[in-house]
């Protein structure tokens, strides 16, 4: 999608809220957390920061996602940023659609993992009705969980090794605030949910197999939803500790740490 090696992530998209608490009571929550319809428009913040270091790998950027009808209850959504300036939530949406089926906001689309700098070809994980949040579910209830391998030859000192990634995509549910302060606005009613992804990374050398990534949570995506209004604020956090296989003569690869978030700055519902 953007950023470093295996940035699946999707997705994507939920969050760790800090407000006060206003747990599920029995009653139907009926609040639009995510209004979808033609021509509505969000304006974001985005922040990245990459290996803890703000140069030169960091990226303040605006961007404008605008929601498309396609028809049949769902939503496309067009970004005015290129692939590589979008932010993590902005981005999945680019590449999929988002449709709603009751108090559920579910998502279609395309997770591609990048790999590139350690030669892989970018591998595309296809996501149907994701459920991204609930406003029904219960705090910390599990939405979605999917689980996959991919499997990938790579050219490692002119010989062919093959690789296996198996990872697993998970969202929560997290809680709902009743405000949350972005930028010094104070939003009211806000839903806050999680993605999680783990990723295992395994090297085939014939004679044994090794790990080259050790299964392990490399994203952690909080999304908050205010209501009537749609995402308001998402903090990322990217993470990848590979093991260190010098002594048999491969590379050592630095540890991945990259942080983004999303901050509203205006929207437009129709």
Same mark, same amino acid.
């Given at each position: 999608?953007?950023?470093?090696?295996?940035?699946?992530?999707?997705?994507?998209?939920?969050?760790?809220?800090?407000?006060?608490?206003?747990?599920?009571?029995?009653?139907?929550?009926?609040?639009?957390?995510?209004?979808?319809?033609?021509?509505?428009?969000?304006?974001?913040?985005?922040?990245?920061?990459? #290996?803890?270091?703000?140069?030169?790998?960091?990226?303040?950027?605006? /961007? *404008? %996602? &605008?929601?498309? !009808?396609?028809?049949? =209850? @769902?939503?496309?959504?067009?970004?005015?940023?290129?692939?590589?300036?979008?932010?993590?939530?902005?981005?999945?949406?680019?590449?999929?659609?988002?449709?709603?089926?009751?108090?559920?906001?579910?998502?279609?689309?395309?997770?591609?993992?990048?790999?590139?700098?350690?030669?892989?070809?970018?591998?595309?994980?296809?996501?149907? #009705?994701?459920?991204?949040?609930?406003?029904?579910?219960?705090?910390? /209830? *599990? %939405? &979605?969980?999917? !689980?996959?391998?991919? =499997? @990938?030859?790579?050219?490692?000192?002119?010989?062919?090794?093959?690789?296996?990634?198996?990872?697993?995509?998970?969202?929560?549910?997290?809680?709902?605030?009743?405000?949350?302060?972005?930028?010094?606005?104070?939003?009211?009613?806000?839903?806050?949910?999680?993605?999680?992804?783990?990723?295992?990374?395994?090297?085939?050398?014939?004679?044994?197999?090794?790990?080259?990534?050790?299964?392990?949570?490399?994203?952690?995506?909080?999304?908050?939803?205010?209501?009537?209004?749609?995402?308001?604020?998402?903090?990322?956090?990217?993470?990848?500790?590979?093991?260190?296989?010098?002594?048999?003569?491969?590379?050592?690869?630095?540890?991945?740490?990259?942080?983004?978030?999303?901050?509203?700055?205006?929207?437009?519902?129709?």
């Amino acid at each position: 999608m953007k950023t470093n090696f295996l940035s699946l992530i999707f997705a994507c998209l939920l969050v760790v809220g800090c407000s006060s608490d206003d747990t599920n009571s029995g009653e139907t929550n009926n609040a639009n957390y995510m209004p979808l319809t033609d021509g509505n428009s969000w304006t974001y913040s985005n922040t990245r920061t990459v #290996n803890d270091d703000p140069q030169p790998r960091s990226v303040n950027q605006q /961007e *404008t %996602l &605008t929601a498309n !009808s396609s028809g049949q =209850n @769902q939503f496309t959504f067009t970004s005015n940023q290129p692939e590589d300036n979008q932010g993590l939530f902005t981005g999945v949406l680019s590449k999929g659609s988002l449709s709603k089926s009751g108090t559920k906001l579910l998502y279609t689309g395309t997770y591609t993992v990048n790999m590139q700098d350690l030669g892989f070809d970018p591998v595309d994980i296809d996501l149907e #009705n994701v459920v991204i949040f609930d406003a029904n579910a219960g705090n910390n /209830e *599990t %939405l &979605t969980t999917e !689980s996959g391998t991919i =499997n @990938q030859t790579v050219d490692v000192q002119g010989q062919n090794i093959p690789f296996t990634i198996n990872y697993t995509i998970a969202t929560t549910q997290q809680e709902i605030l009743n405000t949350y302060d972005v930028a010094g606005t104070i939003y009211d009613d806000v839903l806050v949910s999680a993605l999680d992804v783990h990723l295992e990374v395994k090297a085939d050398f014939g004679i044994a197999s090794f790990d080259v990534l050790a299964e392990q949570n490399v994203l952690k995506s909080i999304n908050y939803f205010g209501s009537d209004v749609g995402m308001i604020y998402s903090t990322n956090a990217i993470n990848y500790e590979f093991e260190d296989l010098t002594a048999y003569g491969l590379m050592y690869i630095e540890p991945i740490e990259i942080q983004s978030t999303q901050s509203i700055e205006s929207h437009i519902i129709n």
